[in-house]
């Protein structure tokens, strides 16, 4: 319960208050950098005027040069400690937010592809954290700042003079609160569209690496890059609108500052004039205004990019939200129970009118597909890439949650039965440790004999004894030393240590010469007899073995039926068999 009220805690409150005397602190010192900063110009300015008559004597000069002197390193003094309190704050800010977001992704890691894709993850782990760190860095301390000089600058003129200090709170106050939301207004809407621009082109470029093969055999690579290629011209060119935009605020701050000049010097003109104070201090008054009024500035600059943060914080609320769902809270020790009692019974695997679309997307990328996998079936899915394929078979292993329909296994939903799925595909994962290890993958609690027995059947005994440590050959990085046939029978005996009633083929078989698909293929169907296979594949070596063919094209179901219902019924589907045998 504990956990739950800390993970609905805001992502910006919750770290002020955890570290608000870190920030408070930053903060002050930060105005002292500020008040070091005019003191020194002050000061600077009047020692110019004063050096520019003839002092009555050293001394007249000699006070202003140590002050300048000491506000000077006052000033270097203060930035140096402000930064290394605020950076402090804010790197403890970024590790408790880093921490929070693994606690809430790690629990419901296939889940959260129902409803983000991975270029959103991606995006959210490398980009967003990061953002709120800058949260306070550049919003939330300069700010604080920039009120704390205001309130001293005005409050300091005011003794002077109460109605020139009257004019310029009102000055200040336009430049640090109105001048800032009219920029965020003014902004808001070119920086959203670049940054939406820019996420579609991360997700496009992230989706396109993961499936660069399907892109490749699918001969589409052109059409690909000159579609990304559009993308990023339209990007440059919002990103180049909002750089003019940008440039156009900063150069108003800078005529903001000259104004403020203007005034003070008109002001201690007149106050000069008047005999109020000595003519060498209207440069002092005059000078003073550059560092306060960059102080204020910096509010304009900073807050311009909220809607930075704006999307950052939105998608790690809705990470949040995902994780907190009451549905998604089931203890583990009944979510452990329920698998048990799915995996110990026969499997019936049941889709029925599924849809799915990712997020920001209007067409469907499956849509309204029924299918019913009883245990010991085998059911192959084909179509072109970008058919819908791997969505379909991310939706039957529980990865994605259908937005219309349901997944269930025994009248379970899928996620509460994902211990019934083993996975076999193009790319299995090899490590730099012994092939005796990289087999007990499939269970860490397995037997040497257990081993044997598992590589006897995938045909590997003979070789793996053939080496020169046997089963205790190291693999090197990525199995690198075996070919691609050997790669894909130590994945399959893994598959075999896991004995998962249910067994998913993701194009096991791709990238293998004919020879070497074939005989794969031969043992895999050999190995895994009396289980349930879904197999996705691009080819039509070995279709003849399966009981059930899906064609898929723009998400749907195009044909279906038996390899000879296919061939009888089908003249497209008996044009690509016999092109394939060729």
């Given at each position: 319960?504990?956990?739950?009220?800390?993970?609905?805690?805001?992502?910006i409150?919750?770290?002020?208050?955890?570290?608000?005397?870190?920030?408070?602190?930053?903060?002050?010192?930060?105005?002292?950098?500020?008040?070091?900063?005019?003191?020194?110009?002050?000061?600077?300015?009047?020692?110019?005027?004063r050096?520019?008559l003839?002092?009555?004597?050293?001394?007249?000069?000699y006070?202003?040069?140590?002050?300048?002197?000491a506000?000077?390193?006052?000033?270097?003094?203060?930035?140096?400690?402000?930064?290394?309190?605020?950076?402090?704050a804010?790197?403890?800010?970024?590790?408790a937010?880093?921490?929070?977001?693994?606690?809430?992704?790690?629990?419901?890691?296939?889940?959260?592809?129902?409803?983000?894709?991975?270029?959103d993850?991606l995006?959210?782990?490398?980009?967003?954290?990061?953002?709120?760190?800058?949260?306070?860095?550049?919003?939330v301390?300069?700010?604080?700042?920039?009120?704390?000089?205001?309130?001293?600058?005005?409050?300091?003129?005011g003794?002077?003079?109460?109605?020139?200090?009257?004019?310029?709170?009102?000055?200040?106050?336009?430049?640090?609160?109105?001048?800032?939301?009219?920029?965020?207004?003014?902004?808001?809407?070119?920086?959203?569209?670049?940054?939406?621009?820019?996420?579609n082109?991360?997700?496009?470029?992230?989706?396109?690496?993961?499936?660069?093969?399907?892109?490749?055999?699918?001969?589409?690579?052109?059409k690909?890059?000159?579609?990304?290629?559009?993308?990023?011209?339209?990007?440059?060119?919002?990103?180049?609108?909002?750089?003019r935009?940008?440039?156009?605020?900063q150069?108003?701050?800078?005529?903001?500052?000259?104004?403020?000049?203007v005034?003070?010097?008109?002001?201690?003109?007149?106050?000069?004039?008047?005999?109020?104070i000595?003519?060498?201090?209207?440069?002092?008054?005059?000078?003073?205004?550059?560092?306060?009024?960059?102080?204020?500035?910096?509010v304009?600059?900073?807050?311009?990019?909220?809607?930075?943060?704006?999307d950052?914080?939105?998608?790690?609320?809705?990470?949040?939200?995902?994780?907190?769902?009451?549905?998604?809270?089931?203890?583990?020790?009944?979510?452990?129970?329920?698998?048990?009692?799915?995996?110990?019974?026969?499997?019936?695997?049941?889709?029925?009118?599924?849809?799915?679309?990712?997020?920001?997307?209007?067409?469907?990328?499956?849509?309204?597909?029924?299918?019913?996998?009883?245990?010991?079936?085998?059911?192959?899915?084909?179509?072109?890439?970008?058919?819908?394929k791997?969505?379909?078979?991310?939706?039957?292993?529980?990865?994605?949650?259908?937005?219309?329909?349901?997944?269930?296994?025994?009248?379970?939903?899928?996620?509460?039965?994902?211990?019934?799925?083993?996975?076999?595909n193009?790319?299995?994962?090899?490590?730099?440790?012994?092939?005796?290890?990289?087999?007990?993958?499939?269970?860490?609690?397995?037997?040497?004999?257990?081993?044997?027995?598992?590589a006897?059947?995938?045909?590997?005994h003979?070789?793996?004894?053939s080496?020169?440590?046997?089963?205790?050959?190291r693999?090197?990085?990525?199995?690198?030393?075996f070919?691609?046939?050997?790669?894909?029978r130590i994945?399959?005996?893994?598959?075999?240590?896991?004995?998962?009633?249910?067994?998913?083929?993701?194009e096991?078989?791709?990238?293998?010469?004919?020879?070497?698909?074939?005989?794969?293929?031969?043992?895999?169907?050999?190995?895994?007899?009396?289980?349930s296979?879904?197999?996705?594949?691009?080819?039509l070596?070995?279709?003849?073995?399966?009981?059930?063919?899906?064609?898929?094209?723009?998400?749907?179901?195009?044909?279906?039926?038996?390899h000879?219902?296919?061939l009888?019924?089908?003249?497209?589907?008996?044009?690509?068999?016999?092109?394939?045998?060729?």
């Amino acid at each position: 319960m504990q956990d739950t009220k800390v993970m609905n805690k805001g992502w910006i409150t919750a770290y002020l208050k955890s570290y608000g005397w870190y920030f408070a602190g930053a903060a002050m010192l930060g105005t002292l950098a500020v008040l070091c900063a005019a003191a020194l110009l002050y000061t600077s300015g009047y020692l110019i005027s004063r050096s520019a008559l003839r002092p009555e004597n050293v001394l007249m000069v000699y006070v202003p040069i140590v002050l300048v002197r000491a506000f000077g390193f006052g000033k270097a003094i203060f930035q140096y400690v402000e930064r290394l309190v605020g950076h402090h704050a804010s790197l403890r800010v970024l590790a408790a937010m880093r921490a929070r977001m693994y606690r809430l992704l790690e629990p419901q890691a296939l889940r959260l592809r129902s409803r983000f894709r991975s270029g959103d993850l991606l995006g959210l782990l490398a980009e967003d954290i990061e953002q709120l760190q800058n949260v306070y860095l550049r919003i939330v301390l300069p700010a604080i700042s920039a009120l704390f000089v205001y309130a001293v600058a005005i409050t300091l003129l005011g003794r002077m003079d109460t109605l020139f200090a009257c004019y310029m709170a009102l000055y200040g106050g336009f430049w640090l609160f109105i001048a800032p939301a009219a920029a965020l207004w003014i902004s808001s809407s070119k920086r959203r569209r670049f940054q939406q621009v820019k996420k579609n082109s991360y997700q496009e470029l992230t989706d396109a690496i993961f499936g660069m093969g399907d892109w490749i055999l699918s001969g589409r690579t052109k059409k690909w890059l000159e579609q990304f290629q559009e993308q990023q011209a339209t990007a440059a060119q919002l990103e180049k609108k909002l750089r003019r935009s940008e440039w156009r605020i900063q150069w108003l701050s800078r005529c903001a500052t000259a104004g403020a000049v203007v005034m003070l010097v008109v002001w201690a003109g007149r106050l000069a004039a008047q005999g109020r104070i000595d003519a060498t201090w209207i440069a002092a008054l005059g000078l003073v205004a550059f560092p306060l009024m960059e102080a204020i500035l910096r509010v304009v600059e900073a807050i311009i990019r909220m809607p930075d943060y704006q999307d950052s914080l939105e998608r790690l609320n809705q990470i949040g939200d995902a994780g907190t769902d009451s549905t998604h809270l089931t203890s583990l020790q009944s979510l452990e129970k329920e698998q048990e009692q799915v995996a110990s019974d026969s499997i019936d695997l049941k889709l029925e009118s599924v849809s799915f679309h990712y997020p920001n997307e209007r067409e469907c990328t499956v849509k309204d597909i029924s299918l019913h996998i009883p245990q010991g079936s085998k059911i192959a899915v084909l179509g072109r890439s970008g058919a819908g394929k791997t969505t379909l078979l991310h939706l039957i292993l529980g990865e994605l949650h259908p937005k219309t329909g349901k997944v269930t296994i025994n009248a379970l939903p899928v996620h509460e039965g994902m211990g019934v799925f083993s996975v076999l595909n193009q790319r299995p994962y090899l490590f730099d440790t012994t092939v005796a290890n990289n087999i007990r993958l499939g269970r860490s609690e397995a037997t040497q004999e257990e081993i044997r027995s598992v590589a006897e059947q995938v045909g590997l005994h003979e070789m793996i004894e053939s080496l020169s440590g046997g089963y205790e050959t190291r693999m090197e990085e990525t199995g690198r030393r075996f070919s691609g046939g050997e790669r894909q029978r130590i994945a399959l005996a893994r598959v075999l240590l896991q004995n998962h009633p249910v067994v998913v083929l993701d194009e096991p078989t791709a990238g293998l010469d004919p020879i070497t698909e074939a005989k794969l293929l031969e043992t895999i169907f050999r190995v895994l007899k009396g289980k349930s296979i879904i197999w996705v594949t691009h080819h039509l070596l070995g279709i003849e073995q399966m009981d059930e063919l899906l064609f898929m094209e723009k998400g749907s179901i195009t044909m279906r039926g038996t390899h000879e219902e296919l061939l009888r019924l089908h003249e497209k589907y008996r044009r690509l068999y016999e092109l394939d045998q060729i």
